[in-house]
């Protein structure tokens, strides 16, 4: 778990492993999920590695199986078994296509003849009926065949022609026809001009017996073929259902290949290609695994040598590993959204797994609501498997933030609470502390005519017994829900909560970054940055909430209590000349040394830091200056030279520090106002929810006339419908993005960098679990 605070410690390690051994030893690695491999050729070309082939060849089984099913003939035993099946069926069919066509032909050369022969108006003489050429045209083909037979011969022939009527097993868009010529000279080109159009010619019986008989060849073969068809394709079928049943794990295996060999492209091959040498980046924690993994995949193959791990020590930076679970696992793709972490930087994601659900539902606090986006996120993880099989980007998007939407839900139902509010409705389950009863005649001044002649009426907690003394046990006491001046009580209120909430989430921020600098021993920014920002940061703002909350806590008249916001302003301008009234006693002088001790912070921001190295770097300059004296002046160039580049670095330091001063300063007050959108959205989302139960619900249940129950169906389905569009969706969707901002810019510019890059491990469980979400 402490990882999950702070990224993993990292390792380079170099390995050792024999070639034949390799493509196991990677794959155990993969499965592990703990490695990542460095590129040892980081200049060289894709198409000038070593398993180049490998890898298009991976792609492009890859590619078939993703195309269509029945070209996984490539693959070994159902290569040559689905080849022969399709070979066989292809000849078939062509038999098919080609006796079909004859019979097609028989049948309108019959019909031919039967016309000559009862007298029609053409006439034939027996050479002619000798000199015919039959065949068979593409029916888009058929007419500039014909033009042409015109052009070439000037009427001289006879030409008969019909379209084939195909069944629903054929296929084809074809003209029969018959050409009737004299002359063995004529027939040849007729036969010359069909091969240029690609028609087929059959040979057709003069006489009506032998084309009787051989008409009844053909449908007795075609008959055959059907059948040798049919018995042909189901036996295909059969292969390739059988062949479907593992399309999935060939799929995987072509993934797990290519990653293999790529992985391979990235490791170096001694010159006698006998060993593969890798670097590979892992934590320290895990070393045992890693090399229980090699050592297995070395098994497997029988290999003599033991795969051998040599830990490195290095200068480069490694890359940044959050171990992670369901669970938390949203929470840290919305810290690496805004930027990977540094290597062995304070992790947020722990922090925000608390503090982001509960700003979000500060924005959004309704039970109601609440209760709804909590059974929303309930289902979805209950039907988790069921929703990543639709495919659906934004479904995934929902799937993945699951437990960010049920921690949302969850929080939204406590601050509900805490505002006393359902669907703009209060609670009240422990008893108001208000009582109206007391405030009427004789313990109190109202009488009835009190009740008739005002507009409205205000409870005095000075008459006995109105107000009880004890405030409402949990929340809002609900006796504000009907008061003419709810608005302005929560206005006050909740904007005075968001200042609180917003000064000690940054304050919290800044004592994380002390936990940054203990940890890589950077005692120096200790007392050079993070105190004076925490005492700059408390003096101003931290008295601020003191204000707040000391107000809230004595007892004022509220025409004599003094405005908070007019203090403030007042303090950091030394105006104290007004007869304004003060909070306390001695509330002057702490209030001008809180501004000067804030005032002094800025200085020492600004210039300890570069004063302090510029020290460092006069007693190195001196150090410099004995060593030349010493050397001679062969080394005095050189000094010149590193003198310019460090008086440059110090100016950089300068202007560095005062930008960071300046952010900082300006940044509190900044940041402080930007906390006051929790009071903005969660103003808007409670009067959103209030217009909607007063100008559509409410307006339904006072119907009492007949028809008051078709029309109150009818009113709460549109007021379910605007609940969720806009109180839901789009009201949630604004309070996210919000609280998404509050993290990345007030809450974690504080002390997160954000700057490192992220471990990306080989692992065919990731791999896999992509692949199936893209599909």
Known sequence: MDSFFRSEEMCLVQLFFQTESAHNCIDELGHLGLVQFKDLHPG??????????????????????????????????????????????????????????????????????????????????SSSVHSFVAGVIKHERFPAFE?????????????????????????????????????????????????????????????????????????????????????????????????????????????????????????????????????????VSDLSSVHAALIKGSEQTGSSVTPIMNRIHTQQTPPTFNRTNVFTSGFQNIIDAYGVGDYQEINPAPYTMVTFPFLFAVMFGDCGHGLLMTLLAVW???????????????????????????????????TGLIYNDCFSKSFNLFGSSWSVRHMFHPQGPWTNETLHNSDYLQLDPLVSGVYSGNPYPFGIDPMWNIALNKLLFLNSYKMKMSVIIGVVHMLFGVMLSLGNYI???????????????????????????????????VVIKSDSAPSILLLFINMMFFDYSSNGAMLYKTQKPVQIFLVVVAGVMVPWLLFAKPLLMYREHKQSKLVNHLIRIIKGTLLQQKYQNDKGVCMENMGDIFVYQGIHTIEYCLGCISNTASYLRLWALSLAHAELSEVLWKMVLQVALRVTSGMGSVLLAVTFATFAVLTVTILLVMEGLSAFLHALRLHWVEFQNKFYQGSGYKFSPLSFDKMFITGTTEE
């Not at 037979?149 to 379209?163: P, S």
């Not at 005692?523 to 107000?551: A, N, Q, R």
């Open 519 to 553: 940890f890589f021993r950077n005692f120096k920014d200790v007392v050079l940055k993070f105190i004076p920002e925490l005492v700059f940061m408390l003096s101003l703002f931290g008295y601020l909430t003191f204000l707040i909350l000391y107000k809230w806590c």
């Open 380 to 414: 979805l993880i209950l039907h988790e498997e069921h929703f990543r099989k639709l495919k659906n980007e934004l479904v995934d998007m929902l799937v993945s933030g699951r437990y960010i939407i049920l921690l949302m839900g969850i929080y939204s139902i406590y």
């Open 44 to 125: 060289t070309a894709d198409f000038q590695r070593r398993f180049v082939k490998e890898v298009k060849k991976c792609e492009e089984m890859e590619r078939i199986l993703r195309k269509q099913l029945y070209f996984v003939t490539f693959f070994d035993k159902l290569e040559q078994e689905l080849k022969e099946i399709n070979s066989n069926r292809d000849t078939l069919r062509q038999n098919f296509t080609q006796l079909t066509e004859i019979n097609h032909l028989l049948h309108m050369t019959d019909d031919f003849f039967v016309e000559g022969e009862a007298g029609s108006t053409i006439e034939m003489s």
């Open 147 to 283: 033009k042409i037979l015109w052009r070439l011969f000037h009427g001289n022939f006879v030409l008969r022609h019909a379209e084939i009527k195909p069944h629903q097993e054929e296929n084809m868009e074809k003209d029969v026809f018959v050409v009737f010529v004299q002359g063995d000279q004529v027939r040849g080109k007729i036969r010359k001009l069909c091969d240029g159009f690609h028609a087929s010619m059959y040979p057709c019986p003069n006489n009506a017996a032998a084309r009787k008989e051989m008409r009844t060849n053909v449908n007795m073969r075609m008959e055959d073929l059907r059948l040798v068809l049919k018995r042909t394709e189901e036996f295909r079928v059969t292969t390739l259902t059988a062949a479907a049943a593992n399309l999935r794990e060939w799929t995987a295996k072509v993934k797990k290949m290519k990653a293999i060999y790529y992985t391979l492209n990235l490791c170096n091959i001694d010159i006698t290609q006998k060993l593969i040498i890798a670097e590979i980046w892992c934590p």
